[in-house]
């Protein structure tokens, strides 16, 4: 009588073990981040977690970029966005945001320096400006490229610079996507110029043939070439 009550019981605890282990395991298995594709079924996603090194070396927080900009951090709801490209082109196009995510994309390390005096090494994540511009079929007499933003700001650049540069404009800063205050959607990895060139929240690239175009700060002073000189 013991023995049977006892052989019970140890099948009881038995079967909570198994029924605990399996859970454990769940919830333990690695559920994709915020960036990987989705397999079908349901997926948790986890916070994203910024990437601290490269190449053997640390980058600046994506939280060292101070937000400088005309009318503060944007909210653009992405259901509705969509990037124009128009201008000198054959074929206008308008991209959603998967679109442009869909085309392939870049990872580059490179430092944002801010006439105001900071500056941030960063690693992003985006897509050729060139693989658009080869969409709308840049037509040969533009010879700059207007960025347009959300908040009404514009910035230029030749685009003869973006092309030997291999300029992106970037969806991910760190490996985490863009905070709303640093460009959600897209940011301009400007490589080589000041800041003010890096146009935040782009909803607009226009191709143009004005080589002398000043944007929001060029108009207000600032140098047109925005060479970093260091
Ligand atoms: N749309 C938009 N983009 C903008 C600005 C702005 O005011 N509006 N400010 C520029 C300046 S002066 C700098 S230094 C960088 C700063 O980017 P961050 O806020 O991500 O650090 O954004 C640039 N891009
Ligand atoms: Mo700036």
């Not at 994506?62 to 124009?84: C, F, H, R, W």
């Not at 206008?92 to 490179?110: A, R, W």
Request: glycine content about 6%; aromatic content about 10%; charged content about 20%.
């Amino acid at each position: 009588m013991l023995k049977k009550a006892l052989k019970v019981f140890s099948m009881i605890i038995a079967a909570i073990i198994v029924v605990l282990v399996f859970f454990a395991c769940e919830s333990a298995a690695p559920s994709p981040s915020v960036s990987a594709q989705q397999s079908g079924g349901s997926s948790a996603s986890l916070p994203p977690v910024e990437i601290k090194q490269y190449n053997g070396h640390d980058l600046s927080p994506v939280s060292d970029m101070k937000d400088v900009s005309i009318e503060g951090p944007q909210n653009i709801d992405i259901a509705k966005y969509k990037l124009t490209v128009d201008g000198l082109v054959e074929t206008p196009s308008d991209f959603t945001y998967d679109e442009v995510l869909s085309l392939p994309n870049y990872t580059k390390e490179v430092v944002l320096n801010c006439v105001e005096g900071w500056k941030a090494d960063l690693l992003w994540q985006g897509v050729l400006l060139s693989d658009l511009f080869d969409k709308a079929k840049v037509k040969t007499d533009a010879n700059t490229v207007i960025f347009h933003a959300n908040d009404g700001y514009t910035t230029s650049l030749p685009l003869q610079a973006i092309l030997d540069k291999k300029m992106i404009i970037a969806f991910k800063v760190n490996g985490v996507v863009l905070p709303d205050k640093d460009g959600y959607p897209f940011i301009l990895v400007a490589e080589d110029k000041l800041g003010y060139k890096w146009c935040k929240w782009i909803t607009r690239i226009e191709l143009s043939n004005d080589s002398s175009y000043e944007g929001y700060w060029e108009s207000r002073g600032y140098s047109n070439d925005a060479n970093v000189t260091n």
